[in-house]
Protein backbone atom coordinates (compact mmCIF):
# COMPACT_ATOMS: atom_id res chain seq x y z
CA UNK A 1 0.00 0.00 0.00
CA UNK A 2 1.22 3.06 -1.38
CA UNK A 3 2.19 6.25 0.90
CA UNK A 4 0.10 8.58 -1.05
CA UNK A 5 -3.03 6.28 -0.67
CA UNK A 6 -2.47 6.21 2.95
CA UNK A 7 -2.35 10.04 2.58
CA UNK A 8 -5.47 10.05 0.59
CA UNK A 9 -7.34 7.54 2.82
CA UNK A 10 -6.48 9.99 5.74
CA UNK A 11 -7.55 13.12 3.91
CA UNK A 12 -10.79 11.31 3.16
CA UNK A 13 -11.24 9.92 6.95
CA UNK A 14 -11.13 14.20 7.70
CA UNK A 15 -13.76 14.79 5.13
CA UNK A 16 -16.16 11.73 6.58
CA UNK A 17 -15.98 12.80 10.09
CA UNK A 18 -18.67 15.06 10.05
CA UNK A 19 -21.16 14.00 7.22
CA UNK A 20 -24.41 14.12 8.67
CA UNK A 21 -26.59 11.32 9.36
CA UNK A 22 -28.99 12.34 5.96
CA UNK A 23 -25.94 11.69 4.22
CA UNK A 24 -25.86 7.85 5.25
CA UNK A 25 -29.61 7.56 5.33
CA UNK A 26 -29.84 8.67 1.36
CA UNK A 27 -27.04 6.04 0.57
CA UNK A 28 -29.21 3.23 2.69
CA UNK A 29 -32.42 4.14 0.54
CA UNK A 30 -30.24 4.32 -2.94
CA UNK A 31 -29.24 0.96 -2.02
CA UNK A 32 -32.72 -0.43 -0.54
CA UNK A 33 -34.06 0.49 -4.30
CA UNK A 34 -31.12 -0.75 -5.99
CA UNK A 35 -32.05 -4.19 -4.04
CA UNK A 36 -35.35 -3.61 -5.41
CA UNK A 37 -34.51 -3.11 -8.73
CA UNK A 38 -32.23 -6.63 -8.58
CA UNK A 39 -34.90 -8.26 -7.28
CA UNK A 40 -37.91 -6.67 -9.51
CA UNK A 41 -38.83 -8.05 -12.81
CA UNK A 42 -37.41 -8.60 -15.43
CA UNK A 43 -37.56 -6.74 -18.18
CA UNK A 44 -37.45 -8.38 -21.93
CA UNK A 45 -34.62 -7.42 -24.51
CA UNK A 46 -37.15 -5.21 -26.74
CA UNK A 47 -38.12 -3.22 -23.60
CA UNK A 48 -34.45 -2.41 -22.52
CA UNK A 49 -33.86 -2.10 -25.70
CA UNK A 50 -36.55 1.19 -25.70
CA UNK A 51 -35.33 2.50 -22.52
CA UNK A 52 -31.67 2.54 -23.29
CA UNK A 53 -32.03 4.58 -26.34
CA UNK A 54 -34.44 6.89 -24.81
CA UNK A 55 -31.49 7.54 -22.33
CA UNK A 56 -28.90 8.03 -24.80
CA UNK A 57 -30.86 10.75 -26.64
CA UNK A 58 -31.90 12.45 -23.11
CA UNK A 59 -28.65 12.17 -21.38
CA UNK A 60 -26.56 13.13 -24.30
CA UNK A 61 -28.98 16.38 -24.50
CA UNK A 62 -28.70 16.95 -21.02
CA UNK A 63 -25.18 16.70 -20.68
CA UNK A 64 -24.04 18.63 -23.45
CA UNK A 65 -27.06 21.47 -22.52
CA UNK A 66 -25.42 21.56 -18.81
CA UNK A 67 -21.79 22.94 -20.85
CA UNK A 68 -23.58 25.14 -23.02
CA UNK A 69 -25.04 23.15 -25.90
CA UNK A 70 -29.04 23.97 -27.40
CA UNK A 71 -30.20 21.34 -29.12
CA UNK A 72 -33.32 19.73 -27.33
CA UNK A 73 -33.87 15.65 -26.90
CA UNK A 74 -36.29 15.88 -29.93
CA UNK A 75 -33.46 17.34 -31.97
CA UNK A 76 -31.07 14.53 -31.54
CA UNK A 77 -33.61 12.38 -31.88
CA UNK A 78 -33.44 13.26 -35.57
CA UNK A 79 -29.57 13.21 -35.35
CA UNK A 80 -30.02 9.72 -34.78
CA UNK A 81 -32.14 9.13 -37.79
CA UNK A 82 -29.92 10.40 -39.57
CA UNK A 83 -31.84 14.21 -39.90
CA UNK A 84 -29.52 17.33 -40.24
CA UNK A 85 -29.99 19.83 -38.41
CA UNK A 86 -29.23 23.19 -39.88
CA UNK A 87 -29.95 25.52 -37.49
CA UNK A 88 -27.32 24.15 -35.14
CA UNK A 89 -23.42 24.46 -34.73
CA UNK A 90 -21.56 22.29 -36.12
CA UNK A 91 -20.06 21.89 -32.49
CA UNK A 92 -23.11 20.89 -30.61
CA UNK A 93 -24.25 18.04 -32.91
CA UNK A 94 -20.84 16.97 -33.05
CA UNK A 95 -20.42 17.01 -29.35
CA UNK A 96 -23.92 15.09 -29.26
CA UNK A 97 -22.84 12.17 -31.38
CA UNK A 98 -19.38 11.69 -29.56
CA UNK A 99 -21.46 11.58 -26.24
CA UNK A 100 -24.34 9.14 -27.72
CA UNK A 101 -21.59 6.78 -28.98
CA UNK A 102 -19.64 7.05 -26.11
CA UNK A 103 -22.25 6.91 -23.28
CA UNK A 104 -23.29 3.39 -25.75
CA UNK A 105 -20.31 1.90 -25.60
CA UNK A 106 -19.94 2.60 -21.35
CA UNK A 107 -23.55 0.64 -21.45
CA UNK A 108 -22.84 -2.00 -23.59
CA UNK A 109 -19.19 -3.10 -22.90
CA UNK A 110 -18.93 -1.49 -19.02
CA UNK A 111 -17.75 -5.08 -17.67
CA UNK A 112 -14.82 -5.16 -20.04
CA UNK A 113 -13.54 -1.67 -19.46
CA UNK A 114 -11.21 -1.33 -16.88
CA UNK A 115 -10.79 1.76 -14.73
CA UNK A 116 -7.62 3.81 -14.82
CA UNK A 117 -5.84 6.24 -16.27
CA UNK A 118 -5.63 5.34 -19.87
CA UNK A 119 -9.67 4.61 -20.04
CA UNK A 120 -10.50 7.99 -18.99
CA UNK A 121 -7.85 9.59 -21.53
CA UNK A 122 -9.32 7.29 -23.52
CA UNK A 123 -12.31 8.24 -22.99
CA UNK A 124 -11.45 12.07 -23.49
CA UNK A 125 -10.54 11.49 -27.26
CA UNK A 126 -13.99 9.97 -28.04
CA UNK A 127 -16.06 12.76 -26.73
CA UNK A 128 -13.45 15.26 -29.04
CA UNK A 129 -13.74 13.16 -31.84
CA UNK A 130 -15.61 14.92 -34.16
CA UNK A 131 -14.36 18.07 -33.33
CA UNK A 132 -11.83 19.02 -35.72
CA UNK A 133 -10.50 22.35 -33.02
CA UNK A 134 -10.21 19.84 -30.14
CA UNK A 135 -7.80 18.00 -32.26
CA UNK A 136 -4.34 19.10 -30.56
CA UNK A 137 -5.87 18.36 -26.88
CA UNK A 138 -7.69 15.30 -27.25
CA UNK A 139 -6.85 12.59 -24.76
CA UNK A 140 -4.03 14.83 -23.12
CA UNK A 141 -3.95 16.47 -19.93
CA UNK A 142 -4.28 19.96 -20.16
CA UNK A 143 -1.11 21.89 -20.80
CA UNK A 144 -2.48 24.75 -20.09
CA UNK A 145 -4.14 26.68 -16.98
CA UNK A 146 -7.87 26.24 -17.05
CA UNK A 147 -11.27 28.06 -14.89
CA UNK A 148 -14.16 26.19 -13.66
CA UNK A 149 -17.27 28.60 -15.18
CA UNK A 150 -21.17 28.56 -14.33
CA UNK A 151 -22.95 28.85 -17.98
CA UNK A 152 -25.79 29.83 -18.55
CA UNK A 153 -29.18 28.43 -20.20
CA UNK A 154 -27.88 30.65 -23.71
CA UNK A 155 -24.45 29.55 -23.25
CA UNK A 156 -22.52 32.35 -21.89
CA UNK A 157 -20.22 31.97 -18.99
CA UNK A 158 -21.74 33.99 -15.78
CA UNK A 159 -18.57 33.53 -13.81
CA UNK A 160 -15.77 31.79 -12.29
CA UNK A 161 -16.70 28.85 -10.19
CA UNK A 162 -13.26 28.02 -8.56
CA UNK A 163 -9.48 28.05 -10.03
CA UNK A 164 -8.03 24.13 -11.13
CA UNK A 165 -4.83 22.08 -10.44
CA UNK A 166 -2.07 24.01 -11.90
CA UNK A 167 -1.12 22.25 -15.46
CA UNK A 168 2.53 21.14 -14.22
CA UNK A 169 0.38 18.94 -11.24
CA UNK A 170 -2.15 17.61 -13.18
CA UNK A 171 -0.30 14.56 -14.64
CA UNK A 172 0.56 13.45 -10.81
CA UNK A 173 -3.01 14.57 -8.98
CA UNK A 174 -4.44 12.18 -11.40
CA UNK A 175 -2.44 9.19 -10.97
CA UNK A 176 -2.84 9.62 -7.49
CA UNK A 177 -6.77 10.15 -7.46
CA UNK A 178 -7.09 7.45 -9.67
CA UNK A 179 -5.20 5.26 -7.74
CA UNK A 180 -7.50 5.72 -5.27
CA UNK A 181 -10.46 5.09 -5.85
CA UNK A 182 -9.39 2.10 -7.84
CA UNK A 183 -7.84 0.45 -4.73
CA UNK A 184 -10.38 2.38 -2.06
CA UNK A 185 -13.21 0.49 -4.46
CA UNK A 186 -10.90 -2.71 -4.64
CA UNK A 187 -10.23 -2.75 -0.82
CA UNK A 188 -14.12 -1.94 0.18
CA UNK A 189 -13.80 -0.07 3.47
CA UNK A 190 -15.58 2.35 2.40
CA UNK A 191 -19.01 2.56 0.52
CA UNK A 192 -18.51 2.88 -2.96
CA UNK A 193 -21.01 5.58 -3.09
CA UNK A 194 -18.92 7.88 -1.20
CA UNK A 195 -15.90 6.73 -3.02
CA UNK A 196 -17.40 7.47 -6.42
CA UNK A 197 -18.85 10.65 -4.70
CA UNK A 198 -14.96 12.08 -3.60
CA UNK A 199 -13.72 10.74 -6.98
CA UNK A 200 -16.07 13.05 -9.00
CA UNK A 201 -15.33 16.27 -7.02
CA UNK A 202 -11.84 15.94 -6.56
CA UNK A 203 -11.97 15.07 -10.77
CA UNK A 204 -13.64 18.06 -11.22
CA UNK A 205 -11.10 20.27 -8.78
CA UNK A 206 -8.25 19.01 -10.78
CA UNK A 207 -10.10 19.33 -14.38
CA UNK A 208 -7.74 17.51 -15.96
CA UNK A 209 -7.93 18.38 -19.37
CA UNK A 210 -8.42 21.80 -21.67
CA UNK A 211 -11.83 20.98 -22.33
CA UNK A 212 -14.92 18.26 -22.33
CA UNK A 213 -14.01 17.69 -18.37
CA UNK A 214 -17.77 17.91 -17.22
CA UNK A 215 -19.16 15.69 -19.71
CA UNK A 216 -16.30 13.29 -19.05
CA UNK A 217 -17.51 13.27 -15.35
CA UNK A 218 -20.58 12.35 -16.12
CA UNK A 219 -19.80 9.41 -18.40
CA UNK A 220 -17.19 8.38 -15.52
CA UNK A 221 -20.06 8.51 -13.29
CA UNK A 222 -21.98 6.01 -15.49
CA UNK A 223 -19.00 3.45 -15.84
CA UNK A 224 -18.45 3.27 -11.83
CA UNK A 225 -21.85 2.82 -10.94
CA UNK A 226 -22.30 0.18 -13.31
CA UNK A 227 -19.04 -1.36 -12.11
CA UNK A 228 -20.53 -1.20 -8.77
CA UNK A 229 -23.69 -2.84 -9.30
CA UNK A 230 -26.14 -0.19 -10.15
CA UNK A 231 -27.27 -1.94 -12.92
CA UNK A 232 -30.77 0.26 -13.62
CA UNK A 233 -27.74 3.00 -15.09
CA UNK A 234 -28.92 2.90 -18.54
CA UNK A 235 -32.52 2.92 -18.06
CA UNK A 236 -32.82 6.19 -16.23
CA UNK A 237 -30.47 9.13 -17.16
CA UNK A 238 -28.58 11.26 -13.99
CA UNK A 239 -27.84 13.65 -16.67
CA UNK A 240 -31.00 15.22 -16.98
CA UNK A 241 -31.25 15.48 -13.13
CA UNK A 242 -28.46 17.40 -12.93
CA UNK A 243 -29.61 19.74 -15.63
CA UNK A 244 -32.71 20.05 -14.37
CA UNK A 245 -30.81 21.00 -11.09
CA UNK A 246 -27.79 23.11 -12.44
CA UNK A 247 -27.51 25.76 -10.05
CA UNK A 248 -27.85 23.42 -7.18
CA UNK A 249 -24.79 21.31 -8.99
CA UNK A 250 -22.35 24.16 -9.70
CA UNK A 251 -23.33 25.42 -5.60
CA UNK A 252 -22.74 22.05 -4.47
CA UNK A 253 -19.32 22.18 -6.15
CA UNK A 254 -18.54 25.69 -4.77
CA UNK A 255 -19.15 25.37 -1.46
CA UNK A 256 -17.17 21.84 -1.10
CA UNK A 257 -14.37 22.72 -3.21
CA UNK A 258 -13.60 26.29 -1.75
CA UNK A 259 -12.21 23.87 1.50
CA UNK A 260 -10.13 22.06 -0.33
CA UNK A 261 -6.41 21.92 0.96
CA UNK A 262 -7.47 23.81 4.36
CA UNK A 263 -7.84 22.22 7.83
CA UNK A 264 -11.80 21.84 7.06
CA UNK A 265 -12.35 20.24 4.27
CA UNK A 266 -15.96 19.43 3.91
CA UNK A 267 -18.20 17.36 1.28
CA UNK A 268 -21.38 17.91 2.65
CA UNK A 269 -22.54 19.75 0.15
CA UNK A 270 -21.17 17.74 -2.97
CA UNK A 271 -22.25 14.53 -1.37
CA UNK A 272 -25.92 15.89 -0.49
CA UNK A 273 -26.14 16.88 -4.24
CA UNK A 274 -24.95 13.77 -5.57
CA UNK A 275 -26.50 11.34 -3.21
CA UNK A 276 -29.99 12.86 -3.92
CA UNK A 277 -29.40 12.75 -8.15
CA UNK A 278 -28.67 9.12 -7.23
CA UNK A 279 -31.53 8.90 -5.26
CA UNK A 280 -34.08 10.07 -7.34
CA UNK A 281 -32.69 7.92 -10.39
CA UNK A 282 -32.86 5.14 -8.26
CA UNK A 283 -36.75 5.70 -7.36
CA UNK A 284 -37.31 6.61 -11.01
CA UNK A 285 -35.95 3.04 -11.65
CA UNK A 286 -38.36 1.29 -9.53
CA UNK A 287 -41.11 3.56 -10.81
CA UNK A 288 -40.27 1.41 -14.00
CA UNK A 289 -41.73 -1.50 -12.22
CA UNK A 290 -44.92 -0.20 -11.02
CA UNK A 291 -48.55 -0.05 -12.11
CA UNK A 292 -48.38 3.79 -13.82
CA UNK A 293 -45.23 2.79 -15.88
CA UNK A 294 -46.55 -0.69 -17.20
CA UNK A 295 -46.96 0.32 -20.93
CA UNK A 296 -42.69 1.36 -20.80
CA UNK A 297 -42.17 -2.23 -19.87
CA UNK A 298 -44.90 -4.11 -22.28
CA UNK A 299 -44.37 -5.08 -26.02
CA UNK A 300 -47.00 -3.87 -28.25
CA UNK A 301 -49.28 -6.99 -28.20
CA UNK A 302 -49.20 -6.97 -24.50
CA UNK A 303 -49.51 -3.63 -23.93
CA UNK A 304 -52.98 -4.31 -26.68
CA UNK A 305 -53.96 -7.49 -24.16
CA UNK A 306 -53.49 -4.75 -20.77
CA UNK A 307 -55.59 -2.56 -22.57
CA UNK A 308 -58.07 -5.26 -22.89
CA UNK A 309 -58.12 -6.00 -19.46
CA UNK A 310 -58.53 -2.08 -18.54
CA UNK A 311 -62.10 -2.26 -20.50
CA UNK A 312 -63.36 -5.50 -18.47
CA UNK A 313 -63.94 -6.28 -14.95
CA UNK A 314 -62.83 -9.87 -15.84
CA UNK A 315 -62.39 -11.50 -18.84
CA UNK A 316 -61.19 -15.19 -19.53
CA UNK A 317 -57.68 -15.98 -22.03
CA UNK A 318 -60.64 -17.52 -24.97
CA UNK A 319 -62.38 -13.63 -24.67
CA UNK A 320 -59.03 -11.41 -25.20
CA UNK A 321 -58.01 -13.89 -28.33
CA UNK A 322 -61.53 -13.16 -29.68
CA UNK A 323 -61.74 -9.65 -29.25
CA UNK A 324 -58.42 -9.26 -30.69
CA UNK A 325 -57.61 -11.96 -33.28
CA UNK A 326 -55.00 -12.88 -32.26
CA UNK A 327 -52.99 -16.24 -31.49
CA UNK A 328 -53.97 -17.76 -27.98
CA UNK A 329 -50.02 -18.56 -27.30
CA UNK A 330 -49.44 -14.54 -27.95
CA UNK A 331 -52.25 -13.79 -25.32
CA UNK A 332 -51.01 -16.41 -22.87
CA UNK A 333 -47.55 -15.14 -22.89
CA UNK A 334 -48.90 -11.75 -22.54
CA UNK A 335 -51.20 -12.72 -19.41
CA UNK A 336 -47.65 -14.54 -17.90
CA UNK A 337 -45.85 -11.19 -17.72
CA UNK A 338 -48.57 -9.09 -16.38
CA UNK A 339 -49.00 -11.82 -13.66
CA UNK A 340 -45.51 -11.33 -13.16
CA UNK A 341 -45.05 -8.02 -12.84
CA UNK A 342 -47.91 -7.96 -10.39
CA UNK A 343 -50.57 -6.54 -12.79
CA UNK A 344 -53.32 -8.70 -12.69
CA UNK A 345 -54.47 -11.25 -10.43
CA UNK A 346 -55.88 -14.77 -12.05
CA UNK A 347 -58.88 -16.45 -10.44
CA UNK A 348 -59.71 -20.01 -11.10
CA UNK A 349 -57.67 -22.84 -12.83
CA UNK A 350 -57.17 -24.08 -16.53
CA UNK A 351 -59.36 -22.98 -19.78
CA UNK A 352 -62.07 -21.53 -17.15
CA UNK A 353 -59.51 -19.06 -14.97
CA UNK A 354 -60.43 -15.74 -15.35
CA UNK A 355 -57.91 -12.15 -14.91
CA UNK A 356 -58.49 -8.51 -13.79
CA UNK A 357 -56.81 -5.63 -12.92
CA UNK A 358 -55.18 -5.37 -9.40
Known amino acids: MSNNFMMKNIRFDQRLKN ?9 AKIDELNGQWIAGAKLGPQILSRLKRSVLITSAGA ?13 IEKLMRGIDIQKFAGRDKQEVKSYIELLENVFNSWRSLKFGENTIKHFHGELLKYVK ?11 NENKVEMIDAVGRSVGVLFDTTPAYLTPKEMQELVEWARESLA ?4 HPLLIVGNFLIE ?8 DGNGRLSRVLTNLLLLKEG ?3 VPYVSHEKLIEDNKPDYYMALRKSQKTFKTDHEDITPW ?3 FLAIFLKQSKMAVELLSKESVEKLLSVKQLAVWECLEKADETTTGEIVRKMR ?10 DKLLRLKKIERIGLGRSARYRKI
Open 203 to 210: FLQIHPFQ
Open 63 to 75: STRIEGARLSDED
Open 230 to 232: YLY
Open 326 to 335: VARPTVKQAL
Open 19 to 27: IPAEIWSKV
Open 187 to 190: EKKY
Open 133 to 143: KDEFHRGEYKK
Open 271 to 273: LDF
